[in-house]
């Protein structure tokens, strides 16, 4: 399997080279092109461990219930995936030693050999506009994120502390751990300076986070946070 970004920075797309027999799997409607060797299929939390529950966990984790499968039926078969929003592509590598947390609407695509489990967050999840299910990768393979503008990446040694706002949290390694924290002293403070609740990231591990948010804004778009 080959893969490739392509087309970037703005409007990228992921590429695939695929020997037969070969799968990928991706949020439903990212396919942009593909070979006629290609056979695309669906499965209800395909890329979870649990079929069912995964499927009722990836929506409440702000995904698609259902992911795309596609598999190749010759050598050489090309597959090119597209995000729904312009923005980066940002590609991960998981093994026994590294794994990662994804956020809301970052999951784009996986290779064979991962799978996404789902996190519960509770409150702080919910109240940090992240849901109450982050992803976790498990596995060994390839895990592919799609953002809404550029991707940042923090690298935070052991004990360091971090605050990134949680609508642009991309993903970050299961090595770091999170605290949801008020931006600002004060509800007069938070609510004049656009900061509230965000989460304050401890090494060591890497963070990813988008320059842009994709969420709405004004009231309708902090409920609509809210809610999902």
């Known amino acids: 399997m080959q893969y490739s970004i392509n087309h970037g920075p703005s409007y990228p797309s992921l590429d695939f080279v695929l020997d037969e027999g070969e799968t990928v799997m991706a949020e439903p409607e990212a396919m942009l092109a593909m070979s ?7 499965g209800l939390g395909a890329q979870t461990t649990s079929k069912i529950w995964g499927g009722l966990r990836s929506v409440a ?7 795309a499968i596609f598999k190749a039926k010759r050598a050489e078969s090309f597959l090119s995936l597209a995000p729904r929003l312009p923005g980066d ?3 991960l590598t998981v093994d026994g030693e590294t794994q990662y947390y994804l956020t ?8 064979e050999g991962v799978k996404i489990d789902f996190t519960y967050a509770g409150v702080r999840g919910w ?7 982050l992803m976790k990768t498990t596995g060994t393979g390839n895990v592919f994120c799609s953002s809404f503008g550029c991707i940042v990446r923090r690298e935070l ?6 605050v990134v706002d949680n609508r642009f949290v991309i993903a970050f390694s299961s090595t770091i751990q999170y605290q949801l924290v008020k931006a ?17 990231y401890i090494g060591p591990g890497v963070i990813y986070y988008q320059t842009r948010g994709a969420t709405g804004a004004g009231l309708f778009g902090k409920m609509f946070d809210m809610v999902t």
């Open 89 to 91: 592509i940002l590609h």
């Open 104 to 111: 809301k609407g970052s999951y784009l695509a996986t290779t």
């Open 157 to 162: 040694a052991d004990g360091e502390k971090f």
């Open 61 to 67: 984790a702000g995904e698609s219930m259902f992911t």
């Open 184 to 200: 600002a002293q004060g509800l007069v403070n938070s609510y004049f300076s656009g900061g509230g609740l965000v989460n304050r």
């Open 36 to 42: 006629t060797s290609i056979e695309i299929s669906s």
């Open 127 to 133: 109240m940090a506009k992240k849901g109450l299910f």
